[in-house]
């Protein structure tokens, strides 16, 4: 049984995926199966998938396997593509990489399991960089700073230089950490029962904040080990870009919606609210900013109600009397 089951979901993407799995198959740590899920991809991007995967189950053999999904116009999604790939590892441990992004470090695999071997963590973080194009992107934006943090506490690191780290220091961030730099216990994986296939976007986030609900030990080791290319938001090609805002913003909610009303642990319980009302003034601002002055009173008020202030009160009264005002004089748009 291999120590890792590296699970890369893809779709329409050939030469992108090559890079990924070249970036995965470049790692020092020798002990991993690589399971490859095909999220439908359309027909004429078979041969190519089929040509690259070819070449590479010459060297991996049996640590390849590659999996089809029978097409769908929008996929099945990022949820269940994870979720199917899991379901076929035999790893004790599982991680993921999108299949736009890369691993940058060949000794993350090989940190990891040092780390892990010693302490038998449920968790294991590190951190990414994020890219548009050729130039970085300002950060924090995941868990960047949680060693910093650490240190200050004066937390000291263990085997291969990994931290012990616990809900509330997860909390106390802004970002949550990505699916391409999470390891995960797959037997922890499998009891919190996956991904959410219901969410299309921001199911990492889900996804992380049911497992550190859940876990008993969690490990995080600064080294960056992976890239992060912001989809192009003029193209569709990503699960981030297909997605209307409102729509990703519903998703969001129902994500949020669980950690407040599921969480074990009341900072995770507290970060739902927070960022809950946060979702709610987005919505609100964006349909004030339509016009659409009901639905901008709907939602300033379910704001106002998650995240009170003295700013979202009179927003909250002003969009709803600008609705009233519209429903009572006809012709006025």
Same mark, same amino acid.
């Given at each position: 049984?291999?120590?890792?089951?590296?699970?890369?979901? *893809?779709?329409?993407?050939?030469?992108?995926?090559?890079?990924?799995?070249?970036?995965?198959?470049?790692?020092?740590?020798?002990?991993?199966?690589?399971?490859?899920?095909?999220?439908?991809? %359309?027909?004429?991007?078979?041969? &190519?998938?089929?040509?690259?995967?070819? /070449?590479?189950?010459?060297?991996?053999?049996?640590?390849?396997?590659?999996?089809?999904?029978?097409?769908?116009?929008?996929?099945?999604?990022?949820?269940?593509?994870?979720?199917?790939?899991?379901?076929?590892? &035999?790893?004790?441990?599982?991680?993921?990489?999108?299949?736009?992004?890369? !691993? *940058?470090?060949?000794?993350?695999?090989?940190?990891?399991?040092?780390?892990?071997? *010693?302490?038998? +963590?449920?968790?294991?973080?590190?951190?990414?960089?994020?890219? %548009?194009? &050729?130039?970085?992107?300002?950060?924090?934006? !995941?868990?960047?700073?949680?060693?910093?943090?650490?240190?200050?506490?004066?937390v000291v690191p263990g085997g291969g230089g990994a931290l012990p780290v616990g809900?509330?220091?997860?909390?106390?961030?802004?970002?949550?950490?990505?699916?391409?730099?999470?390891?995960?216990?797959?037997?922890?994986?499998?009891?919190?029962?996956?991904?959410?296939?219901?969410?299309?976007? /921001?199911?990492?986030r889900d996804l992380f904040l049911r497992l550190i609900d859940a876990a008993e030990?969690?490990?995080?080791?600064?080294?960056?080990?992976? %890239?992060?290319?912001i989809p192009d938001p003029s193209k569709a090609a990503s699960m981030t870009t297909?997605?209307?805002?409102?729509?990703?913003?519903?998703?969001?909610?129902?994500?949020?919606?669980?950690?407040?009303?599921?969480?074990?642990?009341?900072?995770?319980?507290?970060?739902?609210?927070?960022?809950?009302?946060?979702?709610?003034?987005?919505?609100?601002?964006?349909?004030?900013? +339509?016009?659409? !002055?009901?639905?901008? +009173?709907?939602?300033?008020?379910?704001?106002?109600?998650?995240?009170? *202030?003295?700013? !979202?009160?009179?927003?909250?009264?002003?969009?709803?009397?600008?609705?009233?005002?519209?429903?009572?004089?006809?012709?006025?748009?």
């Amino acid at each position: 049984m291999p120590f890792f089951s590296v699970i890369l979901a *893809t779709r329409d993407r050939p030469g992108l995926f090559a890079e990924a799995l070249r970036s995965v198959l470049e790692q020092d740590h020798a002990d991993f199966e690589v399971i490859v899920v095909n999220d439908g991809s %359309r027909p004429e991007h078979r041969p &190519t998938y089929e040509a690259v995967l070819a /070449e590479v189950g010459e060297r991996r053999g049996g640590r390849l396997q590659a999996h089809w999904l029978v097409h769908r116009p929008r996929g099945h999604g990022q949820s269940y593509a994870l979720n199917f790939g899991v379901s076929q590892a &035999t790893g004790e441990y599982v991680c993921f990489l999108d299949d736009d992004d890369l !691993w *940058t470090d060949p000794d993350h695999l090989a940190r990891a399991a040092g780390a892990l071997s *010693t302490t038998r +963590a449920d968790l294991y973080m590190a951190n990414q960089t994020a890219w %548009r194009g &050729t130039v970085q992107a300002p950060g924090p934006i !995941w868990i960047e700073g949680l060693a910093a943090m650490l240190a200050k506490r004066g937390v000291v690191p263990g085997g291969g230089g990994a931290l012990p780290v616990g809900v509330p220091d997860l909390m106390g961030l802004s970002g949550f950490c990505h699916v391409n730099t999470l390891v995960v216990r797959r037997a922890l994986y499998e009891a919190v029962g996956g991904m959410d296939e219901a969410i299309r976007w /921001e199911c990492d986030r889900d996804l992380f904040l049911r497992l550190i609900d859940a876990a008993e030990r969690m490990l995080h080791h600064p080294a960056v080990v992976a %890239r992060h290319n912001i989809p192009d938001p003029s193209k569709a090609a990503s699960m981030t870009t297909s997605l209307a805002a409102l729509e990703r913003w519903l998703y969001q909610l129902r994500a949020l919606d669980k950690a407040c009303l599921f969480a074990r642990h009341p900072a995770i319980r507290a970060h739902g609210r927070q960022h809950k009302a946060y979702t709610l003034k987005r919505i609100a601002e964006e349909r004030r900013a +339509a016009k659409d !002055w009901p639905a901008a +009173a709907y939602y300033a008020r379910q704001a106002l109600g998650a995240g009170p *202030t003295l700013k !979202w009160a009179v927003f909250s009264a002003y969009c709803s009397g600008v609705a009233f005002l519209r429903g009572a004089l006809p012709g006025q748009g």
